[in-house]
């Protein structure tokens, strides 16, 4: 059962709440594994490390670093993490979605709320709510039939980001303009 959490290791991000769920997960889900990709800012990943270290979770979490292939680390996971107190349109959860990952993620103004649908193809959670969050994620990890069903979800809501249709809605905004100028 791997696990990803894909974004800069910044306070604002809240990698430090994960970790401090992740024992509760570990009670329920033994073998769950998580992977924390990206780079550091002002040596966050140490604090991290150090609180990893303090859970004694070292053998069920692991400091990637940063990827360009971020599509092979989507691949593998079962589950996407994005335990923000801050985001604006989070390119990790657009890309992820379209990878079919479940996502579960912080209801937070911006961001999450206008990629996730909460129940269908991912959950989100409430910030600062430890507890919720590795309810969230063991409820997705124990439960095979609905993570399926939350992938096939995710799959079909990744459309609307498609290629094709930001280009559609792009094409709309510059119809409506020139309509506009040629009034």
């Known amino acids: 059962d791997l696990v990803v959490m894909v974004a800069r290791l910044s306070p604002e991000k809240q990698q430090d709440h994960l970790l401090q769920a992740w024992p509760k997960i570990l009670q329920q889900v033994p073998d769950a594994q998580l992977e924390l990709w990206g780079y550091a800012n002002d040596n966050f990943d140490q604090k991290l490390k150090a609180q990893v270290n303090a859970e004694q979770i070292e053998n069920s979490v692991t400091f990637c670093g940063y990827t360009t292939d971020v599509n092979a680390v989507y691949e593998r996971a079962q589950l996407l993490i994005l335990p923000s107190r801050a985001e604006g349109l989070p390119l990790s959860l657009v890309e992820a979605q379209s990878h079919g990952l479940p996502i579960v993620a912080n209801d937070i103004k911006y961001g999450p709320r206008d990629i996730i649908v909460d129940g269908q ?16 994620i063991i409820d997705l990890l124990e439960d095979d039939d609905k993570r399926q069903r939350f992938s096939d979800q995710a799959y079909q809501d990744s459309e609307r980001y498609s290629e094709a249709n930001v280009m559609k809605l792009w094409q709309e905004i510059i119809d409506d303009m020139n309509e506009g100028a040629a009034k």
């Not at 193809?121 to 969230?136: F, H, P, R, S, Y």
């Open 121 to 136: 193809d991912g959950l989100l959670t409430q910030n600062g709510d430890k507890a919720g969050l590795a309810a969230a």
